[in-house]
């Protein structure tokens, strides 16, 4: 499956963004899809995932709250939420799938789009 991320940008502490991802290549209601983040020196961690299904999210504890993952099955499509924005949320944010499982660490998904860059400022 090939991931697209996009709308990554420069907000304000406070601010909003969204990110989508868009899936091709393979049926993508089949994959749990998780939402990571690296910062400069810093390893990747996972900020979120949604099930194949749509019926179950996770969120790391930083991004409770602010954060909220969701996907449209029909668009191919998952997207990523990101309210009350926070220096420290300053990031490449990268999309991830998994064929029938929702791993939260790095090493177990198979596919992987290029990231979005997402600079939050004082």
């Known amino acids: 499956v090939q991931l697209q991320a996009s709308g990554g940008g420069l907000v304000q502490a406070g601010g909003s963004l969204r990110l989508s991802c868009h899936a091709s290549?393979?049926?993508?209601?089949?994959?749990?899809m998780g939402w990571f983040r690296q910062a400069p020196g810093e390893e990747r961690e996972f900020v979120a995932g949604?099930?194949?299904?749509?019926?179950?999210?996770y969120y790391a504890d930083s991004v409770k709250g602010r954060f909220t993952i969701s996907r449209d099955n029909a668009k191919n499509t998952v997207y990523l939420q990101m309210n009350n924005l926070k220096l420290e949320d300053t990031a490449v944010y990268y999309c991830?799938?998994?064929?029938?499982?929702?791993?939260?660490?790095?090493?177990?998904?198979?596919?992987w789009g290029r990231g979005t860059l997402v600079t939050v400022s004082s």
């Open positions: 991830a799938a998994e064929l029938r499982r929702l791993p939260t660490l790095k090493d177990e998904y198979t596919y």
């Open positions: 290549g393979r049926t993508f209601s089949n994959y749990g």
């Open positions: 949604v099930t194949w299904r749509g019926d179950s999210t």
